[in-house]
């Protein structure tokens, strides 16, 4: 089992930044894609960002390329999301998820280990 747990989240107003938080533990061997997903009130979840700890590769949802990105400590065993020009279309509960082997890297299903999420609201 792995244990999620996401920090980092809180307000600000649109163009600024924050960074997210996901603190893991428990056997995590095994366990190659980590992600970001949001889901704003009255709208499904959605995959933000993905990577891929064999290789680094990462992949970004169309809305957050070039603005948000991914990264991992592995030896502190926590994934990070720097979020910059933050919009207040980025207001979402956001979370951390990993997996094996997903279905599609940046689509909730395949994803096995979820965080309780950590809230993000973007003022204009």
């Known amino acids: 089992q792995v244990q999620l747990v996401e920090s980092g989240g809180g307000s600000v107003q649109a163009g600024g930044s924050l960074r997210l938080s996901c603190a893991a533990s428990?056997?995590?061997?095994?366990?190659?894609?980590w992600a970001w997903f949001r889901q704003a009130p009255g709208k499904e979840r959605e995959g933000v960002a993905c990577?891929?700890?064999?290789?680094?590769?990462?992949w970004y949802a169309d809305s957050v390329k070039g603005r948000f990105a991914i990264s991992q400590d592995n030896d502190k065993r926590t994934l990070y999301l720097q979020m910059n020009s933050l919009k207040p279309e980025d207001t979402a509960m956001y979370y951390c998820?990993?997996?094996?082997?997903?279905?599609?890297?940046?689509?909730?299903?395949?994803?096995?280990?979820w965080g309780q999420g950590t809230q993000v609201t973007v003022s204009s």
């Open positions: 998820a990993a997996t094996s082997f997903p279905t599609n890297v940046l689509r909730i299903d395949g994803y096995i280990y």
């Open positions: 990577v891929y700890i064999g290789d680094g590769r990462s």
């Open positions: 428990g056997y995590t061997l095994g366990v190659y894609y």
